[in-house]
C-alpha cells in the first residue's frame, strides 16, 4: 500500500497567518499595558479595539479555513487530521487553565482555540459541500444577529445564554470571559475561508503561494511563524506578561 505523503504548506497561507500573529501580539502588549496600569483604555467597548480584535480573529479564522482547503485538496488522511485537531485541544485546555490562575472571574472556558477545535471538525466534514459553504457562512454570520430579537420575542429562549448553551453563540448578553469565541458567527468565516481556498486552488492556485519557494530575510521569518502558529499562540501572552509584569515591578 502506497503511503500519503503529508500535505504541503503553502508559504502566502502561512504569511498571512503570521500578519495575524504579529497583530495579536500588538494587540495583547496593548491589552497588557493596560492591566498593569501603564496606560488606561477600555478593551472592551472601546471600537478601536474591539474592531481589531474582530479583524484578527477573521483573520485567524479565514487563514484556517484556507489551510483545510488545502489539506482536504492535497488528501490529507483524517488520523492526521485527528493529530492536529488533538494537539489545537490540548493547547485550548491549557489556556483555560492559565486563564483560571490570571483571571479567576472570568476565564477563558470557549475562546479562539476552543472555537477553532469544534470549527475544524465541522468544516472538514462539510468540505464537499462546494458553493454551498459561501451560504452556510452567510447564514452563520446572520444567525449572530438574528439571535437576540429572537430571544427578545421569545424569553424561553434566554436558556440559550446560560454557560451551558452560550458557546454557540446564539446569544443576547455577551458572557463575562477574557476571550469568547462561540461557533457563531465564525464557523461562518472559517466556511468562507474553506470556500475561498477551494475556488483559489480550482481557479488561482498561485494566489496560495508554494510549497517550494525560496524564502530568505524577513519572508523567511514570517513564513517560519506562520507555521509554528500554535507554540507561538501558546508562549507569547505568558512572555508578555512576565516582561510588563517586571517593568510594573521595577517603575
Not at 16 to 25: G, S, Y
Not at 41 to 56: E, K, S
Not at 199 to 224: C, S
Amino acid at each position: 500500500m502506497k503511503a500519503v505523503a503529508a500535505p504541503q504548506r503553502l508559504d502566502r497561507i502561512d504569511l498571512l497567518r503570521a500578519v495575524a500573529m504579529l497583530w495579536m501580539t500588538a494587540f495583547h502588549l496593548c491589552f497588557d499595558l493596560d492591566f498593569f496600569g501603564f496606560i488606561n483604555q477600555d478593551f472592551y467597548r472601546d471600537p478601536l479595539w474591539t474592531g481589531q480584535r474582530t479583524a484578527i480573529v477573521s483573520l485567524f479564522l479565514f487563514t484556517a479555513g484556507l489551510s483545510q482547503a488545502v489539506a482536504v485538496h492535497q488528501g490529507q488522511s483524517w488520523a492526521r487530521f485527528w493529530k492536529r485537531w488533538c494537539q489545537v485541544a490540548a493547547a485550548a485546555l491549557l489556556v483555560t487553565a492559565g486563564s483560571v490562575v490570571m483571571f479567576p472571574h472570568s476565564f477563558i472556558y470557549f475562546g479562539v482555540l476552543h472555537g477553532i477545535a469544534v470549527m475544524l471538525i465541522l468544516v472538514r466534514l462539510t468540505a464537499g459541500w462546494g458553493v454551498a459553504l459561501w451560504w452556510l457562512g452567510a447564514a452563520a454570520i446572520a444567525l449572530k444577529f438574528a439571535a437576540p430579537l429572537a430571544i427578545a420575542a421569545w424569553p424561553v429562549l434566554e436558556v440559550l445564554n446560560t454557560p451551558v448553551l452560550n458557546w454557540l453563540g446564539l446569544i443576547s448578553v455577551k458572557p463575562i470571559t477574557e476571550d469568547y469565541v462561540p461557533l457563531l458567527p465564525w464557523l461562518g468565516v472559517m466556511w468562507w475561508g474553506m470556500a475561498a481556498g477551494q475556488w483559489a486552488l480550482r481557479h488561482r492556485p498561485r494566489w496560495l503561494g508554494t510549497a517550494d519557494a525560496p524564502a530568505r530575510g524577513l519572508r523567511r521569518g514570517l513564513v517560519t511563524l506562520g507555521r509554528w502558529s500554535l507554540l507561538y499562540y501558546l508562549l507569547h501572552q505568558p512572555v508578555l506578561i512576565g516582561l510588563v509584569g517586571l517593568a510594573a515591578m521595577l517603575r
